[in-house]
């Protein structure tokens, strides 16, 4: 890391950071990399442009953090940091998902995977793995995204992370019905939903609900579908979430219809 005159404003900036300040943390950051450069300090300098590169997503410009991680990617390589190349790869693959561009984007997080798990960092492989998934799920690659779900989900189970256990049961919940296994997508769903509901994320909860819904609909009951969907919509209307305007014109819909078969 940062071991230069640089330190205190790399620091600095990345408590601003840490904050949501990332403009803040810009300016930070851009000093540090003016003194990492003068003293001719190449780990400061690929620290300070990753860090740039991770700001800059945050204030929603991919395309300039592609640059700068960039940048930062080929001074990790050249100083044969895997810490660094392993982060900065995370925080290009995040990019290029924003960016549309789902091949590099899986490329990234494929890399970083490899890097996480040389090194053993356990949590780096969770969030390898996880971006990884969510990359190949995005590609239309389900029967992949799901391989990868579940390594994740084995992962997760062995640290003990109950809140990710059912964020990953979700994903490969979807990730079946994608690959039309129903049946197999509302098991991992009612999975998620004991863990949700026992951990107290109501997010989670309401997100199950939704998703078994929604799978019981293609199975063709809609009556238990309404149900699901109904109970998810109560709950995304108490935490004032987005989703639940798509929930009622879903149900209003399939209102509409009448149900197919109970």
């Known amino acids: 890391g940062v071991q230069t005159c640089a330190l ?3 620091e600095l900036a990345g408590d601003y950071q840490a904050m949501g300040v990332a403009s803040r943390a810009i300016e930070l950051c ?27 997503r945050a204030l929603g410009q991919p395309k300039r953090a592609v640059d700068l991680g960039t940048q930062s990617l080929l001074i990790a390589r050249e100083i044969r940091s895997l810490r660094l190349e392993g982060s900065i790869l995370d925080t290009l693959g995040r990019c290029y998902a924003e960016l549309g561009d789902t091949r590099r984007s899986i490329e990234c997080h494929e890399a970083h995977l490899k890097i996480v798990r040389d090194m053993g960092d356990r949590y780096g492989e969770g969030d390898a793995l996880g971006n990884l998934g969510n990359a190949l ?6 029967r992949h995204a799901l391989e990868r779900y579940q ?21 490969i919940g979807k990730a079946r019905a994608r690959l039309g296994e129903t049946r197999l997508a509302i098991e991992s769903h009612s999975e998620q939903l ?31 579908a309404i149900t699901h969907a109904e109970a998810a919509r109560r709950i995304f ?19 509409q219809t009448g149900n197919r078969r109970n």
């Open 194 to 224: 004991q863990i949700a509901r026992a951990i107290g994320d109501r997010h989670a909860e309401a997100t199950a609900l939704w998703n078994t819904g929604l799978a019981l609909e293609r199975l063709g009951n809609r009556l238990q």
């Open 137 to 142: 799920a995005r590609s239309g690659d389900a």
């Open 237 to 255: 209307d108490e935490t004032g979430d987005a989703e639940c305007a798509r929930i009622r014109k879903t149900l209003t819909e399939w209102s």
């Open 8 to 10: 205190p404003i790399w």
């Open 151 to 171: 390594e994740l989900l084995k992962l997760v189970r062995e640290l003990a992370d109950r809140r990710g256990e059912a964020m990953v049961l979700g994903n």
């Open 30 to 56: 851009d000093q540090a990399l003016a003194i990492a450069r003068e003293t001719a300090d190449r780990c400061a300098e690929g620290d300070c442009l990753g860090d740039l590169a991770a700001a800059y």
